[in-house]
């Protein structure tokens, strides 16, 4: 009896449930609720302050992909956005922009992936955002890649002194490198958790965006969301109050030409000197026209290994292990006009100046340009409030440009862009040190002073200064200081010397050049009289110069190779280029003391 009421239990139980389960499988669970319009493009297309962006997406095609598969978060220009970029760029409606910058306008404002406001503020480049990690700055990821993406780049190649150099005239050679674009560009995303977690004030947005920041609000670049999450079937649609234009990235800044506006000549060196190319074989493979027997360009991957990031490339940084093309990684750039950085080529780098100076500046040691060039590049955005700033513009350093000069602030894809119509030089170019490091016969000097880092000590130095370098001519003919390359390219290497006491190539350390180079550069003692003077190095001996007979010395008289066996006379010869702080006299010989 048990058993059988058991058994009429589950039976009544299994009715109940069976009855229950299709009556809710008669539900269609995917039905769209009526508050719903559909996907984005639909979305937009209802929005009765959206029709010009409407427009832009259909006359851009990008209607159809929107609205058919993916998903995707869309900032959308409103309408009076939309009549201020047509008022501002002088085009009589949406069909009067050009077809390719209307394409490129519509792809940048659309992100990969859904992203409400929420989201937008909490997401990291290694994932969410969670309670542990919060104070971190890679945790508050800022950028996104939007969905436009550069073509392929030709590059043309001219081959010198066994290094593959880009030049930017095409006539001149018939040789060419196509490169392969990797990443989409990236766009900012502004909001308080990021910006307070940086220290970046308003004043800093608006270097860059001309508006200020406003606590509360979040921007896509310069845009302010004015109405957020507004959903869509595959995704998210933002409101904004500006049009964006398309970010460039540090490459696309320096060869862009503009009205008494150039940067071409900086980006010219870049290109000679620091490029370095790859073959990319699996993007080679990848293109369309390899799987029909057709004859395709070799991809290459192009690097530039000795700058802080590479010009061209839009991802900047390590994306981390979630798969979010979100990005925490920006860079900074400053860059002279042509006209400015032409003025000190012509008149303090290279022969034009009327010195033994350089022959061009195509013909310059990498050391050289990575005081000229690569010191330009930094490893965060540049921001007035930041020390990246003050180190370029405030401080008394041998960087320290005039802030008066900047003529453009840029907030680019991969960079922050600083754009100086006037360039002040590093000052190892414009005090005592100038002529070692601008004359080629002072090489092997310069790249002493460069080794022991003790540039800095001497040009910066705010005193009468009396410096006195050795040729490399002098130098070699009694072998008192012999460069060993460790690796060329990296511009690594040592010293050693031919010691004539016991004579033997020894090797030379830091220390001991550093004491003898800052034994030939010091200050006159003061309150001397009669022909002969002292002056006390920067390591605090004395040299003695008789001026009635041009003869200088230590506390030993000159020898040939330091503290050598056979003495000698030592003459100081005048180096006249101007310094400003003090005088450079050629000598053949070190001081002993």
């Known amino acids: 009896m048990n058993n059988l009421r058991t058994h009429l239990f ?12 299709e009556n809710y499988s008669r539900k269609d669970i995917y039905e769209r609720p009526e508050w719903l319009p559909g996907k984005l493009y639909t979305t937009i297309l209802v929005n009765e302050n959206l029709s010009m962006f409407a427009e832009c997406l259909r006359l851009s095609g990008l209607d ?10 869309v ?5 009076d956005a939309m009549k201020q970029y047509l008022a501002e760029n002088h085009y009589s409606g949406i069909s009067s922009i050009p077809a390719d910058e209307l394409e490129r306008i519509a792809k940048f404002h659309i992100i990969q992936n859904p992203w409400s406001l929420e989201q937008l503020q909490s997401l990291s480049a290694f994932g969410w955002r969670t309670g542990s990690g919060t104070d971190d700055w890679y945790s508050h990821a800022y950028k996104r890649q939007t969905i436009l993406k550069n073509s392929n780049e ?14 930017t005239d095409s006539t001149i050679t018939k040789s060419y490198k196509k490169v392969f674009v990797q990443s989409r560009k990236n766009a900012p995303v502004f909001y308080d958790d990021y910006v307070n977690i940086n220290e970046i004030s308003s004043s800093d947005y608006s270097f860059y965006f001309d508006r200020n920041y406003e606590p509360g609000n979040v921007y896509f670049a310069g845009a302010k969301i004015i109405e957020a999450d507004i959903l869509a079937e595959n995704g998210f649609l933002h409101i904004v109050d500006r049009v964006v234009q398309p970010m460039l990235n540090a490459k696309e800044m320096l060869e862009r030409e503009m009205p008494n506006e150039s940067y071409k000549l900086f980006l010219e060196m870049v290109y000679w000197y620091y490029p370095f190319f790859e073959p990319n074989m699996i993007a080679t493979n990848n293109q369309s026209g390899v ?10 991957d192009l690097n530039y290994p000795y700058l802080v990031f590479a010009p061209h490339v839009e991802q900047i940084g390590v994306e981390g292990p979630a798969v979010n093309e979100t990005f925490a990684i920006h860079k900074g750039l400053y860059a002279p006009t042509d006209k400015a950085f032409k003025k000190f080529i012509d008149n303090i780098l290279t022969i034009k100046s009327g010195y033994p100076h350089w022959r061009d500046y195509k013909s310059l040691p990498r050391d ?18 930041k020390s990246s700033y003050k180190r370029i513009f405030k401080w008394n350093n041998g960087y320290k440009q005039d802030e008066s000069a900047i003529i453009r602030s840029e907030f680019g894809s991969n960079c922050t862009f600083i754009g100086i119509d006037s360039y002040t030089p590093n000052r190892v170019f414009t005090s005592v040190t100038g002529p070692v490091f601008l004359r080629p016969n002072f090489s092997l ?20 200064l009396y410096f006195f370098p050795i040729s490399d001519q002098a130098l070699k003919s009694d072998s008192s200081l012999i460069i060993n390359w460790i690796d060329k390219e990296k511009n690594r290497y040592n010293f050693s010397e031919f010691n004539r006491k016991t004579e033997k190539i020894e090797s030379l350390s830091k220390n001991k050049l550093k004491k003898r180079i800052l034994n030939h550069v010091g200050t006159l003692v003061p309150n001397q009289s009669g022909n002969t003077i002292q002056i006390k190095t920067l390591d605090g001996k004395y040299i003695t110069w008789d001026q009635t007979n041009n003869t200088i010395q230590g506390k030993y008289p000159c020898t040939i190779g330091y503290n050598g066996i056979t003495v000698t006379t030592c003459t100081p010869v005048q180096l006249s280029e101007p310094a400003d702080n003090g005088e450079t006299w050629s000598v053949n010989h070190w001081f002993n003391f």
Do not use: M
């Open 10 to 21: 589950l039976l009544s139980f299994l009715i109940f449930l069976f009855t229950g389960c």
């Open 64 to 73: 159809t992909i929107i609205d058919v598969s993916g998903s995707w978060c």
């Open 75 to 79: 900032f959308a220009p409103s309408d």
């Open 154 to 167: 030709k590059y043309w190649i001219k081959g010198v002194n066994n290094k593959e150099r880009i030049v």
């Open 291 to 300: 799987r029909y027997g057709e004859v395709v360009d070799t991809l290459w």
């Open 368 to 385: 050289i340009t990575d005081i000229i060039i690569a010191s330009h590049f930094k490893d965060e955005p540049v921001y007035p409030s």
């Open 445 to 464: 000097f310069r790249q002493a002073l460069l080794y022991c880092d003790i540039e800095d000590d001497i040009s910066y130095k705010n005193e009468d």
